[in-house]
C-alpha cells in the first residue's frame, strides 16, 4: 500500500519567493497533520486537518504560512514570501481518526537561501 | 503550554546491550506514541500506547504507559546496528477529544558493533 506521498523531497529558493509543499495522505485516512523539524526546535505541529476542515492552526508560526486541504486527497502548505529562517524539513502526516496514529511521509526539505 | 521532556538526549552503546529511554509530561496524556527515525526518512511508528500501565512489546521493543499517566518509557533489549536512530517520544493531550499530537526532543542512539 502507499504511503503518504510528499513532494518535492527538496527544494532550495531565494528569500521573498513562494514555497508550495504538497502532501498526499494514505487513502480512507481522515486526518492530516503538517509538522516542521528544526535541529533547534524539533518536530513541531503546524496545522491539522480533519475531514478536509481545519481543526487547529494555532502552530502556524505567521500569516506567511497558509494550508489547505480542498480534498480527502490532497493538501498544500504554502509560504509567502519565504525567509531563511523558514528552512526546515516539512512533514506531512495522515491517521485513520483525529486521535488516532500518525503515518509520516520521507518529507520536503526546505533551503531558502 | 505542553511539554515533552525525553532522556537520555543521546546513547552510545555496544551492540548487545540493553537500551532504555523515557519521557515525562507536564500534564496528563490519553495516548503515548514511540516513533523511530533515520536520516533523510520521516518517522516511523514503532509502539502506541492508549490505557495507563499498559505494556506493550513488539519485537526487540518494549514500552510502557505510566500509571500516572504522565510518563512513558521505551526498552530495547539486545541492541544491533540497525537500531540506530533517533527515537521520538510523542503524547496527547487527556483532556479533551483533540487530535494534537506532541513530540519530545528525541534521543539520539548509535550502536557500536
Known amino acids: 500500500d502507499a504511503g503518504v506521498i510528499q513532494s518535492p523531497r527538496h527544494e532550495v529558493t531565494e528569500m521573498g519567493q513562494e514555497v508550495t509543499l504538497r502532501c498526499k495522505p494514505i487513502?480512507?485516512?481522515?486526518?492530516l497533520f503538517w509538522y516542521r523539524q528544526t535541529m533547534m526546535r524539533g518536530l513541531e505541529l503546524l496545522i491539522y486537518?480533519?475531514?478536509?476542515?481545519?481543526?487547529?492552526d494555532s502552530g502556524m508560526p505567521e500569516d506567511r504560512f497558509s494550508a489547505k486541504m480542498p480534498n480527502a486527497s490532497f493538501s498544500t502548505l504554502k509560504i509567502q514570501p519565504s525567509e531563511p529562517r523558514d528552512s526546515a524539513v516539512y512533514f506531512c502526516?495522515?491517521?485513520?481518526?483525529?486521535?488516532?496514529?500518525?503515518?509520516f511521509g520521507e518529507g520536503s526539505r526546505l533551503t531558502v537561501l | 503550554g505542553q511539554q515533552l521532556n525525553q532522556s537520555p538526549q543521546s546513547m552510545f552503546i555496544q551492540e548487545g546491550e540493553d537500551v532504555s529511554m523515557n519521557c515525562t509530561s507536564s500534564s496528563i496524556f490519553n495516548t503515548w506514541l514511540w516513533y523511530k527515525q533515520d536520516p533523510g526518512e520521516g518517522p516511523v511508528l514503532l509502539i502506541a500506547?492508549?490505557?495507563?500501565?499498559e505494556l506493550t512489546s513488539n519485537g526487540r521493543l518494549t514500552a510502557q504507559f505510566g500509571i500516572t499517566r504522565k510518563d512513558s518509557f521505551l526498552n530495547i533489549s539486545a541492541s544491533i546496528p540497525s537500531d540506530v536512530g533517533i527515537y521520538f517520544c510523542a503524547g496527547r493531550d487527556g483532556s479533551g477529544n483533540t487530535g494534537k499530537l506532541i513530540f519530545g526532543q528525541g534521543t539520539t542512539l548509535q550502536v557500536k558493533p
Open positions: 486537518f480533519n475531514n478536509n476542515v481545519p481543526i487547529d
Open positions: 500506547l492508549y490505557k495507563a500501565g
Open positions: 487513502s480512507g485516512h481522515n486526518s
Open positions: 502526516a495522515s491517521s485513520p481518526q483525529l486521535t488516532g496514529e500518525l503515518f
